[in-house]
T-cell receptor
């Protein structure tokens, strides 16, 4: 595709519900990242996928957060039993073998009521 | 661990130069980046600099790196209203791992 796409663009959910956020990276990009951006905060690293290697999950804030990347392409970030503090913009990025640049999607704004 | 710090806000008049500063802690950083985020959008890479360089210029943008002090700056010449955005400094450590650490972002407000 032309760029990284994410869906939905906005998601409002009730506390305690599960949500799934989707990321479509640029075709051929082997690395995929998820970040969280809370209001007035920088980017918080969540998880990183690189090819067929085991993902780096060191940034996931709790076991309610998980992510998958199927077929080395599309990724889904799942948040179970959402809490109000999960409200943020979730950004996905991908990069190629050139390594030094990440291309970002527009983000999913999650609001937990 | 890695830490990247920026001031949160900068206001300048249209036509003036803007200087956004950043400090980082990881001495093994190999790449340092400046990203721009416009309202409601994702981040866009503006420019980057290798750690063995001390300056890079790209049109209105000048990046200065003081590796001894671990200080990075972005200068925007002739600042325009379209430059109003949040600017993120980021670093990538050495090694094959591609993890990038971002700062908190500096919100640039350009006054007409």
């Amino acid at each position: 595709g032309a760029g990284v796409s994410q869906s939905p663009s906005n998601k409002v959910t009730e506390k305690g519900k599960d949500v799934e956020l989707r990321c479509d990276p640029i075709s051929g990009h082997t690395a995929l990242y998820w970040y969280r951006q809370s209001l007035g905060q920088g980017l918080e690293f969540l998880i990183y996928f690189q090819g067929n290697s085991a993902p780096d999950k060191s940034g996931l804030p709790s076991d309610r957060f998980s992510a998958e990347r199927t077929g080395g392409s599309v990724s889904t970030l799942t948040i179970q039993r959402t809490q109000q503090e999960d409200s943020a913009v979730y950004l996905c990025a991908s990069s190629s073998e050139r390594r030094y640049e990440q291309y970002f999607g527009p983000g999913t704004r999650l609001t937990v009521t | 661990g890695e830490d990247v710090e920026q001031s949160l806000f900068l206001s300048v008049r249209e036509g003036d130069s803007s200087v956004i500063n950043c400090t980082y802690t990881d001495s093994s950083s190999t790449y340092l980046y400046w990203y721009k985020q416009e309202p409601g959008a994702g981040l866009q890479l503006l420019t980057y600099i290798f750690s063995n360089m001390d300056m890079k210029q790209d049109q209105r943008l000048t990046v200065l790196l003081n590796k001894k002090d671990k200080h990075l700056s972005l200068r925007i010449a002739d600042t325009q209203t379209g430059d109003s955005a949040i600017y993120f400094c980021a670093e990538r450590a050495s090694g094959g791992y591609q993890k990038v650490t971002f700062g908190t972002g500096t919100k640039l407000q350009v006054i007409p």
